[in-house]
């Protein structure tokens, strides 16, 4: 049976956002401050990132994850619906440099007996939010409330300060020994990177560049004007986009263009787009991807003469063996992997938006799930994990399957799925059988998922970091496992 990977993203993350259950990856404590009738918490919250650095065009891994502000909205909880009872700012927002590790401090009304709240936060959203917020009445819901709050997604490049960001979670009453759980933000927008032959180095793809093709620009087409700073409430547990009411498209939006380049990284930034329910193909987000080719054996690289590719976002039904449109979904990050090319583009952008049939370029197209919890690649094959990214305290042992060490793996690929390796942060291998980090498993078939439990051993020293590489064909994820230390 077929695992579809957004599936395995929602039901997980709906663990984290509804439950506010977030493993391991915030400094220890909770401060609680008790100010008669109210309480102010200093709180602990994560955003989308990646465990190691990697090479970018535009924003840094830093500047991605800034929260410049924090809106916090405060619902009360009925039997049937959630309604609004008041807005507020978080204060003494600290950054640092790490993206699991935001702080700041939020006072709230301390609530009676009983009551239950729904607290959202909204990161980077303070005039979309100020616009809107006057219409909040008591009787309003939390997803009349929500729908209320778009922002503009129309400007071209984003501006590096201010990513919209979304979370929420339930507190069962606000008093002082409330214990506020730490909250994981989540990217209102997807990020979308370039790049000919993708490979992955540390938990990032980068490009390795060909001699047959440079890029010169990208173009963004059909991306939506408006985004939704949070997800409708029926799409919270489903793999749908929230479209704002009444969107209209931007014109194409341009990227790079300065100079040849390999690819373009964390320089694309685009609101939810619906290309599932697109009449015909004129209406489909895509790329053109405008390249100078150079025929192979050619002594003379082409550095002028631009050509265009289209390139659209489709995911193989393995049922029925055709490419089908997909949607581009917040908190996503598309890597669009230019594996193969036999040739020259069109020589307008016209004639290759208009372009039929296969371009002369072969494309993955990999959505990678930027909470941390799950994954997938597919393009003619696909590869899925239900989590990779693992945290482990100092005196954790696991020898056999637990409730935080296993990951469902799945591929539709004929040679089935194996452990490549297990190395660690020097690319030293991890072996034998008392390592401190092994599997139980080490490979699966094609079209079966298999569970695999993560084992370790205590740690008595300092905090340690091991990675577990899952290959698939050319595909390759890397599963991260850090453990704390004593020392």
Known sequence: MKINSYIWFFALLLLSLLGGCINEQYPDGNENVD????????????????????????ATEAQEHRLSTVDVLVFKEGSSSETFLYATHA?????????S???????????????????????NLRDEVDAVKGSFTTTTTKDDVLELITFSSSAGRWSISAFPLWGETSLSAVAAGTVFPAVQLLRSI????????????GSEYVAQGSPLLKIKQVKLYNSNALGTAAPEGANYSSALPSIPAGVTRNTAQTYGGVSLVDGIIRE???????????????????????????????????ESVVTWYRVDFRKLNTTTGVLEPMDVLRN????INIHTINGVGEASEADALASAGMPPIGVDVIPWDESKLSGSITGDYELTLSQTVFNFKAED????????????????YSGGWKVDKIADETGTPITGSTAWLRTDITQGVMGTSATMSLLLTENTGVARAGYIYVTAGRWTYKIVVKQKGII
């Open 332 to 335: 996503y990050r598309y890597i």
């Open 190 to 201: 997807a990020r979308i990177d370039v790049g000919i032959d993708m490979a992955l180095s």
């Open 268 to 302: 694309i930034y685009a609101a939810e787009y619906d290309n599932r329910s697109q009449a015909d193909r004129d209406g489909l987000m895509c790329l053109l991807v405008g390249g100078c080719y150079t025929p192979p054996g050619s002594m003379t690289p082409n």
């Open 91 to 99: 204060s003494e927002i600290k950054n640092g440099t790490s993206a």
């Open 101 to 123: 590790n935001k702080q700041f401090k939020v006072t709230l009304k301390k609530t009676g007996t009983g009551e239950r709240h729904r607290v959202v936060l909204l990161a």
């Open 397 to 412: 042992v696991r020898s056999g399957a637990a409730l935080d060490n296993q990951a469902v793996i799945m591929t539709d």
């Open 35 to 58: 100010m008669g009738g109210e309480v102010e918490f200093t709180m602990q919250a994560g955003l989308p990132g990646n465990v190691d650095a990697n090479p970018v065009t535009y």
